[in-house]
Structures are given as C-alpha cells and as structure tokens.
T-cell receptor, first 113, second 110 residues
Framework: DTGVSQDPRHKITKRGQNVTFRCDPI?????LYWYRQTLGQGPEFLTY????????KSRLLSDRFSAERPKGSFSTLEIQRTEQGDSAMYLC???????????FGQGTRLTVV | QQPVQSPQAVILREGEDAVINCSSS?????VHWYRQKHGEAPVFLMI?????EQKGHDKISASFNEKKQQSSLYLTASQLSYSGTYFC???????????FGTGTRLKVLA
C-alpha cells in the first residue's frame, strides 16, 4: 500500500462554485478523518468516519460542507457555494483503530478566487 | 476546544535541548506527537497511551500525565532536521474526535 492519497493536490475555483475532493485511505484502515488547515494553524477537525458511518462532525462545519464514505473505502468531501474563507489545505488521515498512528495524505490545497 | 501547546515558538542552536508542552481540558485516551514541515503533511513521531508513560526514540522522547491531561515532548541535542511545527494530537474520551493542539514552531540554527 502506498499510503493515503488525495486528489486533486491543488484546486482553484471561483467563489460560488462547488468543489469535491477525494481521499483514498490505507486499505485496511477503517477510521478516516478530514481536517482543514490554514497557514500557521494546526489541522482543524472536520469530520470522522468509521467504515461507512459518519460518527462525528464538527460544529464548525457549515451545512455547505458534506462528506461521504459510501463503501467504507474512499471518502469525498464536497463544499458547496465556496467562499473565499474556504481557502485552505484540506487533509485526510486514516488510522487502523483507537490509539494508533494517523497517516496523512498530502492534502488538497483549495484557493477560492 | 483544542489542546494548548507551549511555547508557541522556539529557536535553538544545534545541539541544544527543548521541551514542548501540550495541555488539554478533556480526558484523553492517548496523546500523539507529529512534526510538520512547511508545505508537507504531518508526520507521526510517537503515541503515548498510559498515565505517566514515557517513550522515546533516538533523541526525542515524550511523557503523558493522564490525570492532568498533559504531555511533554523532549528534544535533546537538536539537529537541523528537527525544524518544523510540532503538534500534539489527542483522542478525547467519549468522542470520536482526533484533535490537534495549537502547534509549536521550532527552528534549529546551525
């Protein structure tokens, strides 16, 4: 397994457009997390999946954000009606279980113009 | 609320030591430490599971006081490669959240 992969690596979009990012976790990892990170800040928790179930979602996440993990494998994060404040690095991480190392993807850098 | 790290930033000369602290207001299952270099994803350093547990490899070690929900990362005889931003990651009891601390920027100078 080559690790966690994210696609695309970079996305530039116009304000108001919808964008979708994909994360492919390590195959045997059943836990998947999405984070948002802005310059100089730590990764900010967005949501958590255990297999296909979304078990935790940050209250900071507006209803413009939605995430899915339909078959318990890859996950998608969609942002509708993007705003300039959505510009950030979006990171995905996966783990084998509680109290295990999190492996991060290289992230998708979103720029909203 | 995310764990608070201190100091926010530190500058060292090669060979000097540093301590980075992480303090949470929540009960924790574990504390993880990561280092992130500019433009890269965080890289795992170590995980601490038990109260009072201390772990380490090479010249980097850490401790976790479960009762105080505090952890410290110890960097000894720092090397240029230690430069980056260090984050603690915490798994909160009773939630599925994996929360990162406020971060500590470390710069090692030759």
């Amino acid at each position: 397994d080559t690790g966690v992969s994210q696609d695309p690596r970079h996305k530039i979009t116009k304000r108001g457009q919808n964008v979708t990012f994909r994360c492919d976790p390590i195959s045997e990892h059943n836990r998947l997390y999405w984070y948002r990170q802005t310059l100089g800040q730590g990764p900010e928790f967005l949501t958590y999946f255990q297999n296909e179930a979304q078990l935790e979602k940050s209250r900071l996440l507006s209803d413009r954000f939605s995430a899915e993990r339909p078959k318990g494998s890859f996950s998608t994060l969609e942002i509708q009606r993007t705003e300039q404040g959505d510009s950030a690095m979006y990171l995905c991480a996966s783990t084998l279980g509680l109290n295990t190392e999190a492996f991060f993807g290289q992230g998708t850098r979103l720029t909203v113009v | 609320q995310q764990p608070v790290q201190s100091p926010q930033a530190v500058i060292l000369r090669e060979g000097e030591d540093a301590v980075i602290n992480c303090s949470s207001s929540k009960a924790l299952y574990s504390v993880h430490w990561y280092r992130q270099k500019h433009g890269e994803a965080p890289v795992f350093l170590m995980i601490l599971l038990k109260g009072g547990e201390q772990k380490g490899h090479d010249k980097i070690s850490a401790s976790f006081n479960e009762k105080k929900q505090q952890s410290s990362l110890y960097l000894t005889a720092s090397q240029l490669s230690y430069s980056g931003t260090y984050f603690c990651g915490t798994e909160e009891v009773g939630t599925y959240k994996y929360i990162f601390g406020t971060g500590t920027r470390l710069k090692v100078l030759a």
